[in-house]
């Protein structure tokens, strides 16, 4: 995957982002690892590690030849952000109560 289509997808889910007066900024694309930043309210955002494991990560590792996703600053463990992610593909069902 080039750079250009990581920007491409990138602009697709920055309507998301810009309802939240935040973005991410694409620093590079190597080897198939994306590294990325996040920019303006999403800086200082504790929902970060939520926005990647939700949004962010599932719509890059999607595209061809991409194997990774990196956030700069990130301080959530990869550990940490697989379980965020299982949780979120669990039906809202489970959480209901009886």
């Not at 982002?17 to 198939?32: N, R, S, T, Y």
């Not at 994306?34 to 990647?52: D, I, K, N, Q, W």
Request: hydrophobic share 45%; glycine share 10%; charged share 20%.
């Amino acid at each position: 995957m080039t750079r250009a289509g990581v920007a491409e997808r990138l602009a697709e889910l920055a309507p998301v982002l810009d309802a939240h007066a935040g973005g991410v900024e694409l620093v590079g694309v190597d080897d198939g690892v994306v590294r990325l930043r996040f920019t303006g309210m999403c800086t200082g955002c504790h929902l970060r590690p939520l926005t990647t494991a939700s949004t962010i990560r599932p719509a890059l590792l999607a595209l061809d030849g991409i194997t990774g996703v990196e956030i700069e600053g990130s301080r959530i463990s990869a550990e940490a952000e697989a379980r965020l992610a299982a949780a979120l593909a669990r039906p809202a069902a489970q959480y209901a109560s009886s």
